[in-house]
C-alpha cells in the first residue's frame, strides 16, 4: 500500500479537481507498488489511470453474434455484433446535440413508463454530417450508455445485385434487431434511402426504398435504429419523416478542439498547454478524425524520435504539417 504522504497528495489533488498533481501523485503511487513487486496492482492502476482495457463480450452480444443473418447468395454476415466501450466522456458534442443524445438515452432507458402511458421513447435517429465528426462514435455511446450490444449493418452486404434480394436482406435485418433491445447503426444509409425522383437510378433502387420506408413504418421492435450519411442531400424526402430526431454533426470548435485534445490525450504527459493550442487556430476546418489521427502521429514520433517522455507544442505542429501534406497527395488528380 502507498504511504501515507502520498495518499493524503492524492486525495487532496482528488478534492481539488486538480487533474494534473493527480495523475502526478498517482504516477508515484504506480512506481511506489511497482518497487514492491506488487506487479499486478501497478498494472491494474495504470489501466485505470491511461485508459480502459477492452470491455469483455457480454452474453447478449454472444447470443446475437451467432445469430447474426447472411445474404443467402453470397453468404457473408449482413452485419457486425459488436459490445460499446466509449462512454459519453468520450465524445466531443455541441451543447445542441449533447442534450439530444441524453434525451435519447433517458427515453429509452425509461421507455417502459412511455409506452405504459401509450408513448414511444425517440428510437429512430438520424446522423448526418461530414466524414470523421464522429457519428458512429456517437452510435457506440448511445449504446453504451443503454448497456446494450452495438450492431453495425453492412450496407456493402445488404445491398445485393440479384433482383429482390436486397429487400429479403432489410427484411432479415429489421427481424433480426427486433428480437432484442439493441444499438442498430446503419451506416451509409443513402445507399438504402436515396431520392427516388433521380432520373440516373433504376428501378431496382426505387423498390429499395419503397422497402426501407414500408420496414420502418410497420417496425415494432424495441432497439434504437440510427441511420448516418455523409450525403443527407441525396435522401428522399419521404425518409426524413421517419425519424424522431436529427443530429448534424460538424467539425469542431476551438472550444469543442480543447475538449477534445483533453479527452484524446487523457493521461500523457505533455508541455503545452491546451487552451494555447485549441486557440491557436491549428485545427480550424478539421474534422474530429483529423483532430486524432493528427495527435497519434505526434505521439508516435514522441517515442520513435526518443523526444523524452514528454508530448510538445512541436510534436504536434510537425505531425500537423505532415498530415496536411498527405492530404494535399491524396486528393491531388
Given at each position: 500500500?502507498?504511504?501515507?504522504?502520498?495518499?493524503?497528495?492524492?486525495?487532496?489533488?482528488?478534492?481539488?479537481?486538480?487533474?494534473?498533481?493527480?495523475?502526478?501523485?498517482?504516477?508515484?503511487?504506480?512506481?511506489?507498488?511497482?518497487?514492491?513487486?506488487?506487479?499486478?496492482?501497478?498494472?491494474?492502476?495504470?489501466?485505470?489511470?491511461?485508459?480502459?482495457?477492452?470491455?469483455?463480450?457480454?452474453?447478449?452480444?454472444?447470443?446475437?453474434?451467432?445469430?447474426?443473418?447472411?445474404?443467402?447468395?453470397?453468404?457473408?454476415?449482413?452485419?457486425?455484433?459488436?459490445?460499446?466501450?466509449?462512454?459519453?466522456?468520450?465524445?466531443?458534442?455541441?451543447?445542441?446535440?449533447?442534450?439530444?443524445?441524453?434525451?435519447?438515452?433517458?427515453?429509452?432507458?425509461?421507455?417502459d413508463v412511455l409506452r405504459a402511458?401509450?408513448?414511444?421513447?425517440?428510437?429512430?435517429?438520424?446522423?448526418?454530417?461530414?466524414?470523421?465528426?464522429?457519428?458512429?462514435?456517437?452510435?457506440?455511446?448511445?449504446?453504451?450508455?443503454?448497456?446494450?450490444?452495438?450492431?453495425?449493418?453492412?450496407?456493402?452486404?445488404?445491398?445485393?445485385?440479384?433482383?429482390?434480394?436486397?429487400?429479403?436482406?432489410?427484411?432479415?435485418?429489421?427481424?433480426?434487431?427486433?428480437?432484442?433491445?439493441?444499438?442498430?447503426?446503419?451506416?451509409?444509409?443513402d445507399a438504402l434511402g436515396k431520392?427516388?425522383?433521380?432520373?440516373?437510378?433504376?428501378?431496382?433502387?426505387?423498390?429499395?426504398?419503397?422497402?426501407?420506408?414500408?420496414?420502418?413504418?410497420?417496425?415494432?421492435?424495441?432497439?434504437?435504429?440510427?441511420?448516418?450519411?455523409?450525403?443527407?442531400?441525396?435522401?428522399?424526402?419521404?425518409?426524413?419523416?421517419?425519424?424522431?430526431?436529427?443530429?448534424?454533426?460538424?467539425?469542431?470548435?476551438?472550444?469543442?478542439?480543447?475538449?477534445?485534445?483533453?479527452?484524446?490525450?487523457?493521461?500523457?504527459?505533455?508541455?503545452?498547454?491546451?487552451?494555447?493550442?485549441?486557440?491557436?487556430?491549428?485545427?480550424?476546418?478539421?474534422?474530429?478524425?483529423?483532430?486524432?489521427?493528427?495527435?497519434?502521429?505526434a505521439m508516435k514520433e514522441m517515442?520513435?524520435?526518443?523526444?523524452?517522455?514528454?508530448?510538445?507544442?512541436?510534436?504536434?505542429?510537425?505531425?500537423?504539417?505532415?498530415?496536411?501534406?498527405?492530404?494535399?497527395?491524396?486528393?491531388?488528380?
Amino acid at each position: 500500500m502507498a504511504n501515507g504522504n502520498l495518499l493524503r497528495q492524492l486525495v487532496r489533488s482528488g478534492a481539488d479537481g486538480d487533474l494534473d498533481a493527480f495523475r502526478g501523485v498517482a504516477k508515484k503511487v504506480i512506481a511506489e507498488e511497482r518497487q514492491k513487486q506488487h506487479h499486478l496492482l501497478a498494472d491494474d492502476l495504470e489501466s485505470i489511470l491511461y485508459g480502459r482495457p477492452a470491455k469483455p463480450r457480454s452474453a447478449a452480444s454472444r447470443r446475437l453474434a451467432g445469430a447474426v443473418p447472411h445474404d443467402h447468395e453470397r453468404g457473408i454476415p449482413l452485419l457486425a455484433v459488436q459490445e460499446p466501450s466509449r462512454r459519453l466522456e468520450d465524445v466531443v458534442l455541441s451543447p445542441t446535440n449533447l442534450s439530444l443524445v441524453k434525451r435519447i438515452v433517458r427515453e429509452n432507458h425509461r421507455d417502459d413508463v412511455l409506452r405504459a402511458y401509450g408513448l414511444r421513447p425517440s428510437d429512430r435517429v438520424l446522423f448526418c454530417g461530414p466524414p470523421g465528426c464522429g457519428k458512429t462514435l456517437t452510435a457506440e455511446v448511445i449504446a453504451h450508455e443503454l448497456g446494450r450490444p452495438f450492431v453495425v449493418v453492412r450496407t456493402d452486404s445488404v445491398v445485393s445485385s440479384f433482383l429482390g434480394e436486397t429487400a429479403a436482406n432489410l427484411r432479415r435485418v429489421f427481424d433480426f434487431i427486433a428480437a432484442q433491445p439493441t444499438v442498430a447503426l446503419f451506416d451509409e444509409f443513402d445507399a438504402l434511402g436515396k431520392e427516388r425522383d433521380d432520373a440516373t437510378e433504376h428501378g431496382e433502387l426505387r423498390r429499395v426504398v419503397n422497402a426501407v420506408l414500408q420496414m420502418f413504418d410497420a417496425y415494432e421492435g424495441r432497439s434504437v435504429v440510427i441511420a448516418a450519411t455523409n450525403h443527407e442531400g441525396m435522401l428522399d424526402t419521404a425518409i426524413w419523416r421517419r425519424f424522431e430526431e436529427v443530429l448534424v454533426l460538424g467539425p469542431p470548435t476551438r472550444v469543442q478542439v480543447r475538449k477534445l485534445l483533453e479527452v484524446k490525450l487523457r493521461g500523457v504527459r505533455r508541455s503545452f498547454d491546451l487552451d494555447e493550442l485549441a486557440a491557436s487556430g491549428l485545427f480550424d476546418g478539421a474534422s474530429h478524425a483529423d483532430v486524432e489521427r493528427v495527435l497519434r502521429r505526434a505521439m508516435k514520433e514522441m517515442v520513435l524520435l526518443g523526444d523524452g517522455s514528454h508530448l510538445t507544442a512541436g510534436h504536434i505542429v510537425a505531425a500537423h504539417r505532415y498530415e496536411k501534406a498527405r492530404t494535399r497527395r491524396v486528393r491531388r488528380p
